[in-house]
């Protein structure tokens, strides 16, 4: 069974930054596409960023402020968030399923068939 830990999550005031991670167990993330969803109470699942095959793609509204990167040795991907504004506060949830590369469907929530148990992360 794959598990996915975040970490990194907080509070932080508007234009601040925050870096998150995600551990994944039992496979490389190399072997993934693997991509940052998050969740504002009573708000749909949005897409955030991917990395996948050496591709990495983000969300229209995080593009310029936040990036995916990861570590294969350590099998951990990251999140690197700036200049954060009060609607980024959100649950932050790492996300994985197997692919070489993200393709134009990693903005679906469902294309993923593993999850973190998310972290919390507010702007004000």
């Known amino acids: 069974h794959v598990q996915l830990v975040e970490s990194g999550g907080g509070l932080v005031q508007p234009g601040g930054s925050l870096r998150l991670s995600c551990a994944a167990s039992q496979y490389a993330p190399s072997d993934y596409c693997m991509a940052w969803f998050r969740q504002a109470p009573g708000e749909e699942r949005e897409e955030v960023a991917a990395?996948?095959?050496?591709?990495?793609v983000y969300g229209d509204s995080v593009k310029g402020r936040f990036t995916i990167s990861q570590d294969t040795a350590k099998r951990t991907i990251f999140l690197r968030m700036n200049n954060l504004k009060p609607e980024d506060t959100a649950i932050y949830y790492c996300?994985?399923?197997?692919?070489?590369?993200?393709?134009?469907?990693?903005?679906?929530?469902?294309?993923?068939?593993?999850w973190g148990q998310g972290t919390q992360v507010t702007v004000s």
């Open positions: 996300a994985a399923t197997a692919g070489f590369a993200c393709g134009t469907w990693w903005k679906n929530p469902r294309a993923y068939n593993h």
């Open positions: 990395i996948g095959g050496g591709k990495t």
